[in-house]
């Protein structure tokens, strides 16, 4: 009979716990309102470090900020995973799209569906089971954005956004 209760009790205080984490999320100011059919509110940011502007999206939470990775990232609800922005500092020599390509294997970017080159760089766009990758290479950076399949658009906005100042 102990053993009984205090299985219940374990069972009632795991389902308070996952009561309490869901109706905190509504309140967390980090999570994104959905009602705007996909769309997320983004801001200017300028990092003198590396030497870049981007979009990111607005409350976003910073990740890692340092002289060769920036990294912010902010909750969508209803989604698994989050919207993020990572940027970094490019080694590599990249002369054409072939060579971007090369590099991104070696990074295990696999499932291309689009490589074009853009008005101030390259872009690839990976497509994953329930997310898109997108990649810009600018100068002596490169952001990846990642986000859910519905916020394809969005991805692209904030990785087209990007400018190396130096």
């Known amino acids: 009979m102990r053993r009984l209760s205090f299985t219940f009790t374990i069972m009632f205080a795991c ?9 905190s999320m509504k309140s967390d100011p980090k999570v994104i309102n959905h009602k705007k059919e996909g769309s997320i509110d983004l801001v200017s940011y300028k990092n003198k470090k590396m030497g870049f502007t981007i979009l990111i999206p607005q409350r976003s939470q910073v990740m890692v900020n340092t002289r060769y ?32 390509k090369k590099i991104m294997k070696r990074r295990l970017v696999e499932n291309i569906v689009k490589a074009k080159e853009t008005e101030n760089g ?11 990758r997108v990649f810009h290479k600018v100068g002596k950076v490169m952001v990846q954005v990642s986000v859910p399949k ?17």
């Open 69 to 100: 990775v920036y990294s912010v990232s902010r909750k969508v609800s209803g989604y698994k995973t989050a919207v993020e922005v990572l940027v970094s500092a490019m080694k590599e020599d990249v002369k054409n799209l072939s060579d971007l």
């Open 122 to 132: 390259m872009m690839i766009i990976e497509e994953q089971d329930a997310s898109f």
């Open 150 to 166: 519905r916020l394809k658009e969005t991805a692209e906005k904030i990785a087209k956004s990007i400018k190396f100042t130096r």
């Open 15 to 23: 389902a308070l716990a996952s009561y309490a984490s869901t109706n």
